[in-house]
Nanobody
Framework: QVHLVESGGGLVQAGDSLRLSCAAS????????MGWFRQAVGKEREFVAAISKIAGITRYADSAEGRFTISRDNAENTVYLRMNSLKPEDTAVYYC???????????????????WGQGTQVTVSS
């Protein structure tokens, strides 16, 4: 089991930027594919971005492409999500997730992830 702790959320205005962090412990971080998901009130959890264990492959939702950047620091056991040009529709609880690196390409499907953080709230005002 991987223990994940997100941080960096907050209340910002449209157009602002935020960087979310997710610190991992419990397993060898470099062996994990990592993902970010989000869930807005009244909506299902949706994929945002993912990065492979060797950090060579990244995937993004259409809504995140060009605005968000996922990265990882294997020495610090941390994955990041840099979010630029934030919009009110980005308002959600953001979750970090880990899968055990069974695939080369990280999945966009939440059911493929084994461990989840508690989430961090991002609120974007217009």
């Amino acid at each position: 089991q991987v223990h994940l702790v997100e941080s960096g959320g907050g209340l910002v205005q449209a157009g602002d930027s935020l960087r979310l962090s997710c610190a991992a412990s419990g397993r060898t971080f470099s062996g994990l594919n990592m993902g970010w998901f989000r869930q807005a009130v009244g909506k299902e959890r949706e994929f945002v971005a993912a990065i492979s264990k060797i950090a060579g492959i990244t995937r993004y939702a259409d809504s995140a492409e060009g605005r968000f950047t996922i990265s990882r620091d294997n020495a610090e056991n941390t994955v990041y999500l840099r979010m630029n040009s934030l919009k009110p529709e980005d308002t959600a609880v953001y979750y970090c997730a880990a899968d055990l690196g069974r695939t080369v390409v990280p999945s966009k499907a939440p059911e493929e992830y084994d461990s989840w953080g508690q989430g961090t709230q991002v609120t974007v005002s217009s």
